[in-house]
């Protein structure tokens, strides 16, 4: 079953500008973690934000959660063409079990 | 130099047939899964290991067992192959095994294609 989603299944922005990427998840979680994954590659972890916190930051990256609404967003400034990728959350409801992802937003950022 | 190896890179199988999927880590963790995706479903959960026990399982089917033969180690092996487990198969590894909170490092995935 998939316990965290992304809001947009694809966005598109243009080198230079800000995006924001946007996940909801169903249950109580621990931690929240983004990954990216770019083409004919495994994801990659950007960010990994814990439920007592409500920012986390990582370079150009910015990531909130909210615990009330079940929310997160991952915000990146000033992109670039190689952030083309489709960028994941991925929620543990419980410590015992693996992540599991949302469906994931595809970005591209154009020239 | 890639830390967790996959093998093969791409696969193709009859239906019918099966395969074993290879995967090894050398960043010295102790905990190891298996995720799919394919165009159809999101990167799917699938098993994972800790200290070669398995630790949390979301696979209905028996056809998919994986195999563990050292810490880091983790195949998989898929029999009665169907059209449907067409997918690319990602393995990942994480430190130590008790998931909570961890960072995942996944592998470049083996793209099976079932005729």
């Known amino acids: 079953s998939q316990l965290a989603e992304e809001n947009s299944w694809a966005l598109s922005v243009h080198e230079g500008e800000s995006v924001t990427v946007n996940c909801s998840y169903k249950?109580?979680?621990?931690?929240l973690q983004w990954y990216r994954q770019k083409s004919g590659k495994g994801p990659a972890q950007l960010i990994l934000?814990?439920?007592?916190?409500r920012e986390k930051r990582n370079g150009r990256l910015r990531a909130t959660l909210d615990t009330s609404s079940q929310s997160s967003s991952l915000s990146i400034t000033a992109t670039r063409c190689e952030d083309t990728a489709v960028y994941f959350c991925a929620t543990q409801p419980h410590n015992n079990n693996a992540p599991r992802f949302g469906a994931g937003t595809k970005l591209s950022v154009k020239p | 130099d890639p830390k967790i190896i996959q093998k093969p890179k791409y696969l193709v199988a009859v239906t019918g047939s099966e395969k074993i999927l290879i995967c090894e880590q050398y960043?010295?963790?102790?905990?190891m899964y298996w995720y799919r995706q394919s165009a159809k479903k999101p990167l799917e959960f699938m098993f994972s290991?800790?200290?070669?026990?398995?630790?949390d399982n979301q696979t209905a089917s028996s056809r998919f067992q994986p195999q563990s033969s050292k810490k880091n180690h983790l195949d998989l092996q898929i029999t009665a192959l169907k059209p449907d487990d067409s997918a690319t198969y990602f393995c990942?590894?994480?430190?130590?095994?008790?998931?909570?909170?961890?960072?995942?490092?996944f592998g470049h995935g083996t793209k099976l294609s079932v005729l």
């Open positions: 249950t109580s979680i621990t931690a």
């Open positions: 990942a590894s994480s430190q130590t095994g008790g998931f909570s909170n961890e960072r995942l490092f």
């Open positions: 960043l010295g963790h102790n905990a």
């Open positions: 290991y800790s200290y070669q026990k398995l630790m």
């Open positions: 934000i814990r439920s007592n916190e």
